[in-house]
C-alpha cells in the first residue's frame, strides 16, 4: 500500500496501466495495445508480438567529397586509422566485406593489440581488393559508421578532395 491508501498493483484503464506504488516507479507493463507513446519523441510500435521502436527521422546528410576518392590507401593512411579507428574496426571491417569468422581470427590473434587488429584488418584488405582497396571506399565504410565519422579528416588530410574522381 502507498501513503495514501492506493494499492501497489496496476490499474487497467482501457489497456494503459498506471502504477501507484514508489516500489514500482519506473516498470509498465502494457498489453492489447498498439501505436503506444511514452514521452513526446518515443513512439514504440506492437505488432504480432514483435517490438519494433521508431526513432525520430533524421535529416539526410550528404558522404563527403573523400568518398570519392579513387586513391588506393597507402601506408600512411593505414597509420591515421590505426591510431584513430579505435574498438569500432569490426564494424567497419564488415562494411568492407569481411565475415565475422575473419574478424575473429584477426581479434585472437592480436588480442590485446588494437592498434595491430586495425593494421591487419586493413593490410587483408588491401591484398584482398588490390586496386579497389581506395581511400573512397575506406572512407565510405567509415562514413556509414555514424561513431567513426570524425576519423575522415585523418583521411582527408592525406587526399584533398581535387583529386577525386571526375564527375
Known sequence: MSKHGASDKPKQATNVFM???PDLKGKMHIANASNVQIGNGNVMVIQSGKRRTTTPRTKHIPEPPITDCCDVITGDDMDSMEQHLGSNWPTIARKL???????????EDYRGNLREQIHQMLRQWKEKEDARATVGALAKAIFSVPECAGVLKYLERNHPSDRAKPS
Not at 566485406?97 to 581479434?107: K, L, N, T, V
Request: charged share 35%; proline share 0%; glycine share 22%.
Open 19 to 21: 502504477f501507484d506504488g
Open 97 to 107: 566485406g569481411f565475415a565475422d569468422g575473419e574478424i575473429d581470427i584477426i581479434r
